[in-house]
T-cell receptor
């Protein structure tokens, strides 16, 4: 498998529900970042979590990082239709480049 | 809020032609990047640029590609002799430092026909 793989590949939920997406990676990292991409649009930076951090919050987003398992999760609470997008994790693998995962396509139904 | 801007948003070019994709990074950022995303695939790293030189490049970034920071604000990606498989969304990004948040532009959709 490749560096940065998200699961599930696709997720459909109702507005108001929580959405959890997971990311696994292979190499050691300095940090892990989560991005959102609306269809055919640019990448919007959501949150960065450093390798010495275990959890980080930003508004309705909660990110966890488990370096022993080489995994991270992104939780979006009280989802809205506007949260419909693809979500990607990206790791730095101790370099200055980002390695992106395959992404989770989130669909939030009103 | 400062943002990375890219022009053009769409570019259609004939196979074999040269294209230049332009980016204006966030003004106080020091690291600049190009990534690409072929339709339906992962975002792939192409090149990073710091202190007026390439700091890292991927296998994709061969002699067909070059980058330049011609002045204090622009950062360009030149693709020579374009091929059909160069069709993709190209993203520019910038960051303040090594291992910090990278902010992306809206992308240039390049179509080679």
């Amino acid at each position: 498998s490749q560096q940065g793989e998200e699961d599930p590949q696709a997720l459909s939920i109702q507005e108001g529900e929580n959405a959890t997406m997971n990311c696994s990676y292979k190499t050691s990292i300095n940090n892990l970042q989560w991005y959102r991409q609306n269809s055919g649009r640019g990448l919007v930076h959501l949150i960065l979590i450093r390798s010495n951090e275990r959890e980080k919050h930003s508004g309705r987003l909660r990110v966890t990082l488990d370096t022993s398992k080489k995994s991270s999760s992104l939780l979006i609470t009280a989802s809205r239709a506007a949260d419909t997008a693809s979500y990607f994790c990206a790791t730095d693998a101790n370099t200055d480049k980002l390695i992106f995962g395959t992404g989770t396509r989130l669909q939030v139904f009103p | 809020e400062p943002e990375v801007t890219q022009t053009p948003s769409h570019q259609v070019t004939q196979m074999g032609q040269e294209v230049i994709l332009r980016c204006v990074p966030i003004s106080n950022h020091l690291y600049f990047y190009w990534y690409r995303q072929i339709l339906g695939q992962k975002v792939e790293f192409l090149v990073s640029f710091y202190n007026n030189e390439i700091s890292e490049k991927s296998e994709i970034f061969d002699d067909q590609f070059s980058v330049e920071r011609p002045d204090g604000s622009n950062f360009t990606l030149k693709i020579r002799s374009t091929k059909l498989e160069d069709s993709a969304m190209y993203f520019c990004a910038s960051s303040t430092g090594f291992n910090t948040e990278a902010f992306f532009g809206q992308g240039t959709r390049l179509t080679v026909v």
